[in-house]
Protein backbone atom coordinates (compact mmCIF):
# COMPACT_ATOMS: atom_id res chain seq x y z
CA UNK A 1 0.00 0.00 0.00
CA UNK A 2 1.28 3.76 -1.13
CA UNK A 3 2.40 5.46 1.98
CA UNK A 4 0.64 8.89 2.65
CA UNK A 5 2.83 11.92 1.54
CA UNK A 6 0.27 14.40 3.82
CA UNK A 7 -1.28 13.31 6.68
CA UNK A 8 -3.20 16.19 8.64
CA UNK A 9 -5.06 15.00 11.85
CA UNK A 10 -7.71 16.97 13.58
CA UNK A 11 -6.00 20.20 12.57
CA UNK A 12 -7.57 23.72 13.92
CA UNK A 13 -6.49 26.97 13.06
CA UNK A 14 -8.43 30.17 14.91
CA UNK A 15 -7.37 33.61 14.55
CA UNK A 16 -8.09 35.97 17.23
CA UNK A 17 -9.42 38.94 16.27
CA UNK A 18 -9.81 41.97 17.58
CA UNK A 19 -13.42 42.73 18.46
CA UNK A 20 -14.35 46.35 18.02
CA UNK A 21 -17.85 48.39 19.01
CA UNK A 22 -19.28 50.60 16.93
CA UNK A 23 -19.22 54.22 16.88
CA UNK A 24 -16.59 56.51 18.75
CA UNK A 25 -17.77 55.46 22.09
CA UNK A 26 -17.01 51.98 20.88
CA UNK A 27 -13.51 53.01 19.56
CA UNK A 28 -12.87 54.81 22.78
CA UNK A 29 -14.44 51.59 25.27
CA UNK A 30 -12.17 48.77 23.16
CA UNK A 31 -8.78 50.90 23.68
CA UNK A 32 -9.56 51.16 27.63
CA UNK A 33 -10.93 47.27 27.45
CA UNK A 34 -9.99 45.28 24.63
CA UNK A 35 -12.27 42.01 23.87
CA UNK A 36 -11.35 39.37 21.74
CA UNK A 37 -13.22 36.61 19.47
CA UNK A 38 -11.83 33.65 18.12
CA UNK A 39 -12.83 32.76 14.49
CA UNK A 40 -12.49 28.89 13.53
CA UNK A 41 -10.86 29.28 10.48
CA UNK A 42 -10.35 25.54 9.89
CA UNK A 43 -11.91 23.45 12.79
CA UNK A 44 -10.77 19.26 12.67
CA UNK A 45 -10.07 18.22 9.89
CA UNK A 46 -8.60 15.20 8.97
CA UNK A 47 -7.66 13.40 5.71
CA UNK A 48 -4.06 11.83 4.55
CA UNK A 49 -3.18 12.33 0.47
CA UNK A 50 -1.06 9.47 -1.04
CA UNK A 51 2.31 10.62 -3.55
CA UNK A 52 1.45 11.26 -6.96
CA UNK A 53 -2.49 12.20 -6.09
CA UNK A 54 -4.00 15.53 -7.28
CA UNK A 55 -6.48 16.89 -5.31
CA UNK A 56 -9.35 19.09 -5.60
CA UNK A 57 -10.03 21.27 -2.25
CA UNK A 58 -12.99 22.72 -2.71
CA UNK A 59 -15.54 24.77 -0.37
CA UNK A 60 -17.53 28.20 -0.61
CA UNK A 61 -15.82 31.52 0.51
CA UNK A 62 -14.47 32.05 3.48
CA UNK A 63 -14.85 27.82 3.76
CA UNK A 64 -10.83 27.74 5.46
CA UNK A 65 -8.77 26.37 2.36
CA UNK A 66 -6.27 29.41 2.03
CA UNK A 67 -5.74 29.09 6.30
CA UNK A 68 -5.49 25.26 5.28
CA UNK A 69 -3.04 25.93 2.58
CA UNK A 70 -0.85 27.76 4.49
CA UNK A 71 -0.64 25.35 7.78
CA UNK A 72 0.09 23.02 5.24
CA UNK A 73 3.08 24.91 3.36
CA UNK A 74 4.12 26.37 7.22
CA UNK A 75 3.51 29.58 6.63
CA UNK A 76 0.97 29.69 9.53
CA UNK A 77 1.31 27.53 12.97
CA UNK A 78 -1.58 25.22 13.82
CA UNK A 79 -3.82 26.17 16.82
CA UNK A 80 -4.53 22.69 17.27
CA UNK A 81 -4.37 19.05 15.82
CA UNK A 82 -0.98 17.27 14.09
CA UNK A 83 0.62 17.75 10.08
CA UNK A 84 2.83 15.75 8.59
CA UNK A 85 4.22 15.86 5.23
CA UNK A 86 6.72 13.73 3.73
CA UNK A 87 7.70 12.87 7.69
CA UNK A 88 8.31 16.38 8.78
CA UNK A 89 6.50 19.27 10.53
CA UNK A 90 5.71 22.33 8.25
CA UNK A 91 5.62 24.92 10.83
CA UNK A 92 9.49 23.61 11.40
CA UNK A 93 10.12 25.08 7.91
CA UNK A 94 13.64 23.27 7.51
CA UNK A 95 15.47 24.36 4.74
CA UNK A 96 14.81 20.51 3.76
CA UNK A 97 11.00 20.89 3.90
CA UNK A 98 10.89 24.14 1.54
CA UNK A 99 13.00 22.60 -0.91
CA UNK A 100 9.61 19.74 -0.97
CA UNK A 101 7.40 21.83 -1.25
CA UNK A 102 5.86 25.27 -3.05
CA UNK A 103 2.27 27.48 -2.47
CA UNK A 104 1.54 29.28 -5.78
CA UNK A 105 -1.44 32.29 -4.94
CA UNK A 106 -3.18 33.29 -7.71
CA UNK A 107 -4.50 36.20 -6.27
CA UNK A 108 -0.50 37.00 -4.93
CA UNK A 109 2.44 37.51 -6.66
CA UNK A 110 6.66 36.79 -6.24
CA UNK A 111 8.22 37.80 -9.26
CA UNK A 112 9.81 40.94 -8.97
CA UNK A 113 7.52 43.48 -10.62
CA UNK A 114 9.78 45.96 -12.21
CA UNK A 115 12.54 43.18 -13.45
CA UNK A 116 12.24 40.60 -16.32
CA UNK A 117 10.95 37.04 -14.55
CA UNK A 118 14.47 36.08 -15.38
CA UNK A 119 15.68 37.62 -12.61
CA UNK A 120 13.23 36.75 -9.77
CA UNK A 121 14.58 33.04 -11.46
CA UNK A 122 17.90 34.11 -10.71
CA UNK A 123 17.11 34.87 -7.06
CA UNK A 124 14.91 31.63 -6.20
CA UNK A 125 17.92 29.80 -7.64
CA UNK A 126 20.37 31.18 -4.50
CA UNK A 127 17.74 31.19 -2.20
CA UNK A 128 16.96 27.26 -2.48
CA UNK A 129 20.42 26.69 -3.23
CA UNK A 130 19.67 25.30 -7.23
CA UNK A 131 23.77 24.34 -9.01
CA UNK A 132 24.03 25.92 -11.90
CA UNK A 133 23.40 22.65 -14.61
CA UNK A 134 20.51 21.81 -12.62
CA UNK A 135 18.93 25.33 -12.56
CA UNK A 136 19.43 25.27 -16.69
CA UNK A 137 17.62 21.71 -16.87
CA UNK A 138 14.87 22.65 -15.11
CA UNK A 139 14.83 26.32 -16.21
CA UNK A 140 14.41 24.63 -19.95
CA UNK A 141 11.75 22.09 -18.99
CA UNK A 142 9.75 24.48 -17.56
CA UNK A 143 10.55 27.13 -20.80
CA UNK A 144 9.20 24.03 -23.10
CA UNK A 145 6.24 22.93 -20.85
CA UNK A 146 5.08 26.47 -20.70
CA UNK A 147 6.47 28.42 -23.69
CA UNK A 148 8.34 31.03 -21.71
CA UNK A 149 10.87 31.79 -24.30
CA UNK A 150 9.36 35.34 -25.32
CA UNK A 151 8.48 36.06 -21.78
CA UNK A 152 11.89 35.42 -19.97
CA UNK A 153 13.36 39.22 -20.59
CA UNK A 154 10.12 41.08 -20.86
CA UNK A 155 9.53 43.74 -17.44
CA UNK A 156 7.12 41.58 -15.63
CA UNK A 157 4.66 44.40 -15.25
CA UNK A 158 4.49 44.60 -19.23
CA UNK A 159 3.23 41.02 -19.33
CA UNK A 160 -0.64 40.29 -19.26
CA UNK A 161 -2.17 38.18 -16.45
CA UNK A 162 -1.77 34.89 -18.30
CA UNK A 163 1.77 35.28 -18.97
CA UNK A 164 2.43 36.73 -15.45
CA UNK A 165 0.90 33.23 -13.77
CA UNK A 166 2.96 30.64 -15.96
CA UNK A 167 6.33 32.53 -14.94
CA UNK A 168 4.72 32.45 -11.22
CA UNK A 169 4.58 29.14 -11.82
CA UNK A 170 7.65 28.39 -13.25
CA UNK A 171 9.66 30.44 -10.24
CA UNK A 172 7.48 28.01 -7.70
CA UNK A 173 9.07 25.23 -9.35
CA UNK A 174 12.40 25.24 -10.37
CA UNK A 175 13.43 23.95 -7.18
CA UNK A 176 11.13 21.28 -8.50
CA UNK A 177 9.44 20.80 -5.14
CA UNK A 178 7.52 16.93 -4.72
CA UNK A 179 4.53 18.84 -3.31
CA UNK A 180 2.33 21.59 -4.77
CA UNK A 181 -0.38 23.73 -3.19
CA UNK A 182 -1.99 25.35 -6.05
CA UNK A 183 -4.67 27.98 -4.21
CA UNK A 184 -6.70 29.88 -6.94
CA UNK A 185 -4.04 29.13 -9.81
CA UNK A 186 -6.37 30.26 -13.15
CA UNK A 187 -8.06 32.87 -11.26
CA UNK A 188 -8.82 35.82 -13.62
CA UNK A 189 -7.22 33.87 -16.45
CA UNK A 190 -9.05 33.90 -20.09
CA UNK A 191 -10.64 30.23 -21.01
CA UNK A 192 -7.86 29.66 -22.81
CA UNK A 193 -5.39 30.09 -20.30
CA UNK A 194 -6.84 28.32 -18.16
CA UNK A 195 -7.05 25.04 -20.22
CA UNK A 196 -3.14 25.84 -21.20
CA UNK A 197 -2.58 26.04 -16.94
CA UNK A 198 -4.56 22.88 -16.29
CA UNK A 199 -2.39 21.24 -19.06
CA UNK A 200 0.77 22.56 -17.30
CA UNK A 201 -0.09 21.10 -14.24
CA UNK A 202 -1.41 17.57 -15.77
CA UNK A 203 2.02 17.34 -17.21
CA UNK A 204 4.25 17.92 -14.59
CA UNK A 205 2.21 16.09 -11.91
CA UNK A 206 2.65 13.37 -15.06
CA UNK A 207 5.96 14.02 -15.31
CA UNK A 208 7.29 14.25 -11.99
CA UNK A 209 4.66 12.04 -9.78
CA UNK A 210 4.42 15.32 -8.05
CA UNK A 211 1.23 15.88 -5.36
CA UNK A 212 -1.00 18.54 -5.78
CA UNK A 213 -3.62 19.52 -3.82
CA UNK A 214 -5.80 22.91 -5.95
CA UNK A 215 -8.27 25.09 -5.16
CA UNK A 216 -10.30 26.78 -7.47
CA UNK A 217 -13.94 28.23 -7.85
CA UNK A 218 -12.95 26.93 -11.44
CA UNK A 219 -15.08 23.45 -11.43
CA UNK A 220 -13.52 23.01 -14.86
CA UNK A 221 -9.92 22.78 -13.20
CA UNK A 222 -11.28 19.96 -10.58
CA UNK A 223 -13.29 18.22 -13.54
CA UNK A 224 -10.13 17.98 -15.84
CA UNK A 225 -7.50 17.72 -13.01
CA UNK A 226 -9.20 16.00 -9.79
CA UNK A 227 -10.59 12.28 -9.13
CA UNK A 228 -10.55 12.89 -5.99
CA UNK A 229 -11.78 15.78 -3.58
CA UNK A 230 -12.35 16.81 -0.35
CA UNK A 231 -14.76 19.27 0.60
CA UNK A 232 -14.73 21.86 3.63
CA UNK A 233 -17.23 24.46 4.77
CA UNK A 234 -16.95 26.66 7.98
CA UNK A 235 -13.42 25.03 8.57
CA UNK A 236 -15.03 21.39 8.71
CA UNK A 237 -14.65 18.45 6.28
CA UNK A 238 -18.09 18.03 4.44
CA UNK A 239 -16.96 15.40 1.69
CA UNK A 240 -13.85 13.26 1.10
CA UNK A 241 -14.03 10.87 -1.87
CA UNK A 242 -14.20 10.45 -5.64
CA UNK A 243 -15.01 13.40 -7.69
CA UNK A 244 -17.97 10.95 -9.87
CA UNK A 245 -19.61 9.40 -6.66
CA UNK A 246 -20.12 12.74 -5.27
CA UNK A 247 -22.48 13.84 -8.09
CA UNK A 248 -24.24 9.99 -8.03
CA UNK A 249 -25.48 10.71 -4.07
CA UNK A 250 -26.27 13.78 -4.48
CA UNK A 251 -27.88 14.25 -7.38
CA UNK A 252 -31.37 12.39 -7.03
CA UNK A 253 -31.54 12.65 -10.66
CA UNK A 254 -30.14 12.30 -14.21
CA UNK A 255 -30.56 13.98 -17.53
CA UNK A 256 -32.04 12.41 -20.52
CA UNK A 257 -30.69 14.31 -23.46
CA UNK A 258 -32.94 13.66 -27.07
CA UNK A 259 -32.49 14.13 -30.60
CA UNK A 260 -36.24 14.12 -32.62
CA UNK A 261 -36.59 13.07 -36.19
CA UNK A 262 -40.02 14.30 -35.97
CA UNK A 263 -40.01 17.38 -33.64
CA UNK A 264 -42.80 17.63 -30.45
CA UNK A 265 -43.89 20.13 -28.22
CA UNK A 266 -42.28 20.85 -24.90
CA UNK A 267 -45.48 19.50 -23.18
CA UNK A 268 -45.80 16.07 -25.09
CA UNK A 269 -42.46 15.75 -23.00
CA UNK A 270 -43.29 16.50 -19.51
CA UNK A 271 -44.78 13.09 -18.95
CA UNK A 272 -41.47 11.61 -19.40
CA UNK A 273 -39.95 14.27 -16.59
CA UNK A 274 -38.64 17.92 -15.93
CA UNK A 275 -38.19 19.58 -19.58
CA UNK A 276 -35.08 21.73 -18.94
CA UNK A 277 -34.90 22.52 -23.36
CA UNK A 278 -36.76 21.89 -25.30
CA UNK A 279 -36.37 23.53 -28.84
CA UNK A 280 -38.12 21.20 -31.27
CA UNK A 281 -36.09 18.37 -31.83
CA UNK A 282 -33.80 18.63 -29.16
CA UNK A 283 -34.79 18.43 -25.59
CA UNK A 284 -32.82 18.19 -22.24
CA UNK A 285 -35.01 16.14 -19.63
CA UNK A 286 -34.85 15.80 -15.83
CA UNK A 287 -35.75 12.08 -14.68
CA UNK A 288 -35.74 10.78 -11.03
CA UNK A 289 -32.28 8.70 -10.84
CA UNK A 290 -34.15 5.24 -10.44
CA UNK A 291 -36.46 6.02 -13.46
CA UNK A 292 -34.04 7.02 -15.89
CA UNK A 293 -33.85 3.73 -17.84
CA UNK A 294 -37.29 3.17 -18.24
CA UNK A 295 -37.83 7.30 -18.99
CA UNK A 296 -35.45 6.31 -21.60
CA UNK A 297 -37.04 3.13 -23.51
CA UNK A 298 -40.60 4.71 -22.85
CA UNK A 299 -39.08 7.79 -24.87
CA UNK A 300 -37.70 5.60 -27.68
CA UNK A 301 -40.97 3.75 -28.24
CA UNK A 302 -43.36 6.62 -27.80
CA UNK A 303 -41.47 9.19 -29.60
CA UNK A 304 -39.47 9.10 -33.44
CA UNK A 305 -35.89 9.56 -31.90
CA UNK A 306 -32.55 9.72 -33.40
CA UNK A 307 -30.99 9.53 -30.52
CA UNK A 308 -30.94 9.03 -26.49
CA UNK A 309 -28.31 9.39 -23.85
CA UNK A 310 -28.39 9.48 -20.02
CA UNK A 311 -25.54 11.43 -18.32
CA UNK A 312 -24.80 12.58 -14.81
CA UNK A 313 -25.53 16.15 -13.91
CA UNK A 314 -22.73 18.36 -14.08
CA UNK A 315 -20.37 18.68 -11.34
CA UNK A 316 -20.66 22.83 -11.23
CA UNK A 317 -24.31 22.31 -10.50
CA UNK A 318 -24.09 19.54 -7.62
CA UNK A 319 -21.40 21.83 -6.14
CA UNK A 320 -23.31 25.20 -6.29
CA UNK A 321 -26.26 23.12 -4.51
CA UNK A 322 -24.58 21.68 -1.90
CA UNK A 323 -22.96 24.84 -1.05
CA UNK A 324 -25.77 26.94 -2.00
CA UNK A 325 -27.60 25.64 1.42
CA UNK A 326 -26.90 27.20 4.90
CA UNK A 327 -26.10 26.17 7.80
CA UNK A 328 -23.45 23.15 5.90
CA UNK A 329 -24.23 20.40 8.26
CA UNK A 330 -22.78 17.36 7.23
CA UNK A 331 -25.01 15.21 4.87
CA UNK A 332 -25.99 11.93 5.98
CA UNK A 333 -23.58 9.61 4.78
CA UNK A 334 -21.20 12.45 3.59
CA UNK A 335 -18.53 12.16 6.04
N1 LIG B 1 -5.59 36.81 9.07
C1 LIG B 1 -6.86 36.55 9.41
N2 LIG B 1 -7.37 37.08 10.54
C2 LIG B 1 -8.64 36.82 10.92
N3 LIG B 1 -9.50 36.04 10.22
C3 LIG B 1 -9.04 35.50 9.08
C4 LIG B 1 -7.70 35.73 8.60
N4 LIG B 1 -7.55 35.07 7.44
C5 LIG B 1 -8.72 34.45 7.18
N5 LIG B 1 -9.62 34.70 8.16
C6 LIG B 1 -10.99 34.18 8.26
O1 LIG B 1 -10.90 32.75 8.30
C7 LIG B 1 -11.94 32.16 7.54
C8 LIG B 1 -11.34 31.26 6.46
O2 LIG B 1 -10.64 32.09 5.51
P1 LIG B 1 -9.84 31.46 4.29
O3 LIG B 1 -9.18 32.59 3.57
O4 LIG B 1 -8.98 30.35 4.77
O5 LIG B 1 -11.03 30.86 3.39
P2 LIG B 1 -11.05 30.35 1.89
O6 LIG B 1 -11.81 29.06 1.90
O7 LIG B 1 -9.69 30.33 1.33
O8 LIG B 1 -11.93 31.47 1.18
P3 LIG B 1 -11.89 32.07 -0.34
O9 LIG B 1 -12.43 30.98 -1.22
O10 LIG B 1 -12.81 33.23 -0.24
O11 LIG B 1 -10.47 32.43 -0.63
C9 LIG B 1 -12.77 33.31 7.00
O12 LIG B 1 -13.86 33.51 7.88
C10 LIG B 1 -11.82 34.49 7.04
O13 LIG B 1 -12.53 35.70 7.22
Redesign the pocket.
Known amino acids: MAVPQIEVENLQ ?1 F ?3 HHKEEGLLGSVRSLVNRRYRD ?4 DGITFSIESGEVVGFL ?12 VLSGLLYPTGGRVSILNGRPHERTPWFLKQITLVMG ?1 KNQLLWDLPAIETFRVNQAVYDIEEGDFQAVLSELVELLELEPLLRKQVRKLSLGERMKCELAAALLHRPRVLFL ?2 PTIGLDVTMQVRIREFIAEYNARFGATVIL ?1 S ?1 YMADVTALCRRVIM ?1 DL ?1 RLVYDGDLRLLVERMAPYKVLKIVLRTPCRRDELEVFGEVRHCNGVKAVLRVPRKEAAEAAARLLTTLDLDDVTIEEPPVEEIVSQLFGRRPPATEPGLE
Not at 39 to 42: D, E, F, G, P
Request: proline content about 4%.
Open positions: KYRVVKAVGPNGAGKTTTLKQDETHIG
